[in-house]
């Protein structure tokens, strides 16, 4: 936590002064060098194209570009599709919130309870995401299909109406990113309860803190950057994510990622597909910047 | 004391986790896909005028007279739309055999839009697509960009003498490419009503049946923009070839309901077949061959083509040659292969789409040749008799079918094309 207070030399005088404080001044900037271009190459410039290509109008036929300065496409494609935006901030939000309820627990059970079985039980927990996320995606859209074994089972029992299906529901893609981000969330809040001094535990119980007094007071308020961060983990790349939408979803609950996928893809609307593509950028480095608000950037790093 | 001992070592370091994870590094690399991608474009963007321009000999008879036969011919078609046997194509079989071009046949064409799409930044980046024929559709703006952008190679007339001996007035010299310039027809089709006649006891005869609240949840409508728009306009009583723009937004406001009511089950490119053989839609868009095909197999006998009384929208798939094409000479070679009326009447036979080369009829009801041995061996799978194809209107049309149903509407600019998709695509593509 300490940070390293630079010392002034008392003999440094004259010219070597001066030298040794330009040095001073530029040795932050020079040691950051290669991070700020680092971002600058990977984040900054993409995302400088990506705004520039917002503004171009594109050829659909030849694919060619032309900046026009179209500033009208932004606000022409949000209003088109606002309502897949929604979609996709309920259904990331949905899904963040099944996994917290149920990482939450698994999490705290291997940190605490896990004894020396802990990393067998993480590696359990990780097992099923050893297979490539399209191929589990696929696998449950055969098990859910309307004429697989588990439907057709319970339609047969008449345990449902013959009408009932799963694929192609809000439900089954909320299901499905639940399932896919489950890691991404469990870790990051592992890694907060595993580092929560037990000492701090036996003080709040010999202060006569009951249970759920020393949950409530203690662990949760010392879990919350874990819980932040497996929210940020897990709410970003959702919200964002198409692959659940596409095999799983139907008609009714097309997310934002998927859009963006067909203008990129499909209808060749690069620039359309660029605008949107920037406000979903945007929404997500506002839930980066409140997190670093609320915690403090420190606590990005030390979990992200 | 043993509590403080496990905090010494808490099993696994927690920072391996983390790194196990690896969220900071992934996002950044992500990004710096998505970064390599945009300079790649931003790239292309510059240099697509000037490396995209075609050979300006290309296609003209000396530079024809200058390519040669390599035996091999890469050909990229749609699915389902070919005579298949045990896994094996007899009509490309026998090609093979009688002109040693091997073929690699891959369908590989599940719309439009998307494969262009595909195969677009090859041909603007001067390289070739990998394809000597490509399958586009007459009624998708794709195929006129194409033509357009000199991204077809110019067929060798001078072999095409199956193709002008044999060609039926369909297709030949059609208002998508007069004088046959760049394509040759593979086959048409039309878009109509497909529904599973267990579980639809009155179906009637009109498009109405898409929008029937009766089927709600059930219905298969096309993911293709064309298709879509269509037939919106067709079920509020207006002729797509004559259509306005107001036409328009009142077609996609009535599909807009269709889908709030609840009623689409989903938009689908070709895998709209597989949805309806296997009961997630009853009702669906259809292409009329594909129903033929799905009743050749006993599970399916249940599904019916209907076309309904508003018309059925009629469309032609072409084969074109993209430029830099490996083999065009071995293309121009199976193209007008299957110009001849045996290699039709196999494929018909079995797939059951508008035929191009109407002589193909009595191929099929008098087969003599290596064509009778093919037909022979697909009949122990179809069952079916010769005649059934031959004598069915939906694959030698009578001229009174073909004058019945209706025509797309063709785009005139851009700027129409884009304000159809502002339309339909986010019905499409809806929340």
Same mark, same amino acid.
């Given at each position: 936590m300490e940070r390293s207070v630079p010392t002034h030399h008392p003999r440094s005088i004259g010219r070597s002064h001066s030298r040794a404080k330009w040095g001073k001044r530029l040795s932050p900037y020079l040691l950051s060098l290669p991070a700020g271009l680092w971002l600058l190459l990977l984040f900054l410039v993409p995302l400088f194209i990506m705004l520039s290509m917002s503004l171009k109008t594109c050829s659909p036929a030849s694919g060619q570009c032309y900046m026009t300065w179209n500033w009208g496409e932004l606000p022409h494609q949000v209003s088109l599709y606002r309502a897949q935006f929604y979609t996709s901030l309920l259904f990331a939000a949905c899904a963040t919130l099944i996994d917290l309820v149920i990482s939450f627990p698994i999490a705290y059970w291997i940190a605490f309870y896990g004894g020396r079985r802990k990393n067998f039980f993480l590696i359990m927990l990780l097992v099923p995401f050893f297979v490539s996320f399209i191929i589990r995606t696929l696998v449950w859209e055969f098990i859910l299909s309307n004429n697989g074994f588990v439907l057709s089972f319970l339609r047969n029992s008449h345990l449902v109406s013959a009408n009932f299906h799963v694929l192609g529901t809000g439900f089954a893609v909320i299901a499905g990113l639940a399932y896919n981000y489950l890691p991404f969330t469990a870790l990051p809040l592992y890694v907060a309860i595993e580092r929560i001094d037990r000492r701090v535990l036996d003080a709040a119980h010999d202060l006569y803190a009951n249970r759920r007094a020393a949950f409530m007071r203690v662990i949760l308020p010392l879990a919350v950057p874990g819980i932040f961060a497996a929210f940020l983990l897990t709410f970003i790349p959702a919200f964002g994510d198409y692959v659940n939408q596409e095999i799983l979803g139907g008609t009714a609950n097309t997310m934002i990622g998927t859009v963006i996928q067909n203008q990129f893809l499909?209808?060749?609307?690069y620039a359309g597909g660029a605008s949107l593509s920037v406000v979903l950028l945007a929404v997500s480095l506002i839930g980066i910047w409140a997190y670093a608000r609320v915690l403090g950037s420190r606590a990005i790093e030390e979990y992200i | 004391m043993s509590k403080n001992e496990e905090m010494a070592n808490p099993g696994i370091d927690p920072s391996f986790w983390r790194g196990m994870t690896q969220p900071r590094i992934s996002r950044r690399q992500a990004l710096g896909y998505a970064g390599a991608g945009a300079l790649s474009t931003l790239l292309w963007d510059t240099m697509a005028g000037a490396s995209s321009l075609p050979n300006a000999s290309m296609g003209t008879k000396s530079w024809w007279a200058k390519q040669k036969l390599h035996h091999t011919v890469n050909f990229a078609n749609w699915p389902y739309y070919i005579d298949v046997l045990k896994g094996k194509h007899p009509s490309l079989e026998h090609f093979t055999s009688t002109t040693g071009i091997a073929v690699n046949y *891959?369908? =590989?064409?599940?719309?439009?839009a998307s494969f262009y799409q595909k195969i677009r930044p090859s041909l603007a980046a001067g390289q070739s697509t990998g394809y000597d024929i490509i399958v586009m559709t007459s009624n998708n703006p794709q195929l006129g960009y194409l033509i357009e952008l000199g991204w077809l190679v110019p067929l060798d007339?001078? !072999? !095409?003498t199956n193709y002008e001996k044999n060609a039926g007035p369909l297709i030949k010299s059609p208002s998508w490419d007069p004088g046959n310039k760049y394509t040759m027809a593979w086959q048409s089709g039309w878009t109509a009503v497909g529904y599973n006649s267990k579980l639809v006891k009155s179906p009637g005869n009109s498009v109405d049946i898409l929008f029937s609240k009766k089927y709600a949840g059930r219905v298969g409508m096309m993911s293709d923009v064309n298709e879509l728009g269509s037939v919106g306009l067709l079920a509020i009583g207006v002729e797509p070839a004559t259509s306005t723009e107001k036409d328009w937004s009142k077609a996609a406001t009535k599909l807009q309901l269709q889908k709030s009511d609840g009623i689409v089950a989903g938009y689908y490119d070709q895998s709209y077949i597989e949805h309806l053989k296997n009961g997630d839609t009853v009702v669906s868009q259809v292409w009329s061959g594909d129903i033929f095909q799905a009743d050749l197999n006993s599970k399916y006998k249940d599904l019916v083509l209907m076309i309904p009384q508003e018309g059925a929208m009629l469309w032609t798939d072409n084969m074109c040659i993209p430029i830099h094409a490996a083999n065009p000479k071995d293309a121009m070679t199976i193209m007008d292969y299957y110009y001849g009326p045996q290699a039709q009447a196999v494929v018909e036979y079995y797939n059951?789409?508008?035929?191009? =080369?109407? *002589?193909a009829k009595q191929a099929l009801l008098h087969p003599s040749g290596w064509e009778a041995t093919a037909l022979r061996s697909l009949k122990t799978e179809i069952g079916l008799a010769y005649s059934v194809t031959a004598d069915s209107s939906i694959v030698f049309p009578t001229p009174q079918r073909v004058k019945e149903s209706k025509n797309y509407y063709q785009f005139k600019s851009q700027e129409e094309i884009n304000a159809w998709n502002a339309l339909f695509l986010p019905i499409i593509q809806g929340a």
């Open positions: 499909i209808n060749s609307d | *891959s369908e =590989v064409i599940q719309d439009n007339h001078a !072999m !095409m059951d789409y508008i035929c191009p =080369v109407p *002589s």
